[in-house]
């Protein structure tokens, strides 16, 4: 409740928002530790690209694919460490399934991303149901980069700014 998300990684949307402590409903998946987050980067209120992150207090992997579910050959680099941490996100050993909820979670994102210019809208899916996770505006505070480094401005060049 004391930190400051605005004054530590000076993102100004959350400026004046008042903390508080809101409790959720505890979701989980059968047989594993952690849940699935599937990340939909989207731009202009298109979903362009989705980011899974699994186990991610444990073997953390972190792959990327277009909206037909094809692998992308690129993944994200994380300049907001510890010095003790490794910055790389590595992409998971193994296949990864296309989730039952992807159409659904896609056409969510859609709908809240119309618009913008950016947000990324995050899902989780458990079973048959889709969850909405949050919207972020700055993923990784605006520090994070991608690897090959040639994704930095390809993601980039998608943004297009209103006049």
């Known amino acids: 409740m004391k930190n400051s998300i605005y004054k530590e990684c000076r993102e100004w949307p959350y400026k004046d928002v008042s903390r508080r402590i809101i409790a959720e409903e505890f979701i989980s998946e059968p047989g594993k530790p952690d ?19 699994q186990d991610r207090n444990s073997h953390e992997s ?3 694919f277009d909206t037909s579910w094809n692998h992308q050959n690129f993944c994200g680099l994380n300049h907001v460490v510890r010095p003790a941490e490794e910055p790389t996100l590595y992409p998971s050993a193994k296949p990864i399934e296309r989730p039952s909820g992807l159409e659904k979670m896609l056409e969510l994102a859609a709908v809240l991303a119309a618009g913008t210019e950016f947000v990324r809208v995050d899902f989780y899916n458990v079973g048959d ?27 980039g060049e998608m943004i297009e700014l209103q006049r």
Request: charged letters at 20%; glycine letters at 8%.
């Open 35 to 53: 849940l699935t987050d599937y990340k939909i980067f989207c731009f202009n209120g298109h979903p362009r690209y989705i980011q899974v992150i």
């Open 129 to 155: 149901r889709v969850y909405f996770g949050e919207l972020t505006f700055f993923p990784n505070s605006g520090y994070g980069t991608f690897t090959p480094s040639e994704w930095n401005e390809r993601f």
């Open 62 to 64: 972190v792959d990327f």
